[in-house]
């Protein structure tokens, strides 16, 4: 795992643990919000880092 991709795992986690404390209604907030863009900016960091290897010759 990239340094990016923990640190967006980290940055996702505390705001949702973050809603969780604040908010006892399931309304969407700032937190809430912010945790899914950061959840999916990990997702991306994951794919991103990740060593695709090509073979550009076709047998």
Do not use: N, Y
Not at 14 to 36: D, F, M, Y
């Amino acid at each position: 795992m990239s340094k990016s991709a923990a640190g967006f795992l980290i940055l996702a986690l505390l705001s949702g643990i973050l809603h969780v404390a604040l908010v006892q209604e399931a309304v969407i907030t700032l937190p809430l919000i912010a945790c899914g863009v950061f959840g999916v900016f990990f997702v991306f960091a994951l794919i991103a880092g990740r060593k695709i290897k090509f073979d550009p010759v076709l047998r």
